[in-house]
């Protein structure tokens, strides 16, 4: 069964830092790996998704990462903003398309 | 193009009713995905849905039903309603495949049962 974990659960920061988010699966066995944010009360908006064959995937100042044989993906967020305190949820996709969630990082840009 | 919408976005019922939620996937998108989100148990996948066929279901007893039409648009029902179902229903849409396509979610809808 998969199960994923993303460490830390929760990150405040002065804005303008660098960041890494992590995230670890048991399985190494997926297709891809998604990776969303999620807003107080809203739904979640995708940022990026890699494919099991590829190593990363960037958009604007995020850049994901993914190491199947390990199990282990990260998210590095780039000179952080207010803008960007929201949680971060990563996902795998197992054989049968189920997203397999994480609990999340919660981060806090502070101005 | 739009998102993917859900209605109605809040809903109250009390224990022992049912209720049925809607999904409009983005246009074009034929995989419909429900998900339901708690403070407890987090994020957990509910079926999956693909040109009217349900592909796949998650590990919720027999009171969690869904089904899609043939424009996509899917819907999901919840008999005999308890306390527990409380909680954030999402949808995700995707192209095709989830297995390699990027899914789209919703923006929920809250399910409040008293």
């Known amino acids: 069964k998969q199960e994923v974990t993303q460490i830390p659960a929760a990150l405040s920061v002065p804005e303008g830092e660098n960041l890494v988010l992590n995230c670890s699966f048991t399985?190494?066995?997926?297709?891809?790996l998604q990776w969303f944010r999620q807003d107080p009360g809203k739904g979640l908006t995708s940022l990026l998704l890699i494919q099991s064959s590829q190593r990363e995937q960037t958009s604007g100042r995020l850049n994901a990462s993914l190491d199947k044989s390990s199990g282990r993906s990260t998210l590095y967020i780039a000179a952080s903003q207010p803008g960007d305190s929201a949680t971060y949820l990563c996902a795998p996709t197992s054989n049968t398309g189920k997203l397999i969630f994480g609990q999340g990082t919660t981060l806090q840009v502070k101005p | 193009k739009a998102g993917v919408t859900q209605t109605p976005r809040y809903l109250i019922k009390t224990r022992g009713q049912q209720v049925t939620l809607s999904c409009s996937p983005i246009?074009?998108?034929?995989?419909v995905s429900w998900y339901q989100q708690t403070p407890g148990q987090g994020l957990q996948f509910l079926f999956e849905y693909f040109s009217e066929t349900q592909r796949n279901k998650g590990n919720f007893p027999g009171r969690f039903s869904g089904r899609q039409f043939s424009n996509s648009r899917s819907e999901m029902n919840v008999s005999t309603l308890e306390l527990g179902d409380s909680a954030l229903y999402l949808c995700a849409s995707s192209a095709g495949q989830p297995i390699t396509d990027t899914q789209y979610f919703g923006p929920g809808t809250r399910l409040t049962v008293l």
């Open positions: 246009s074009g998108h034929r995989s």
């Open positions: 399985d190494s066995a997926i297709y891809n």
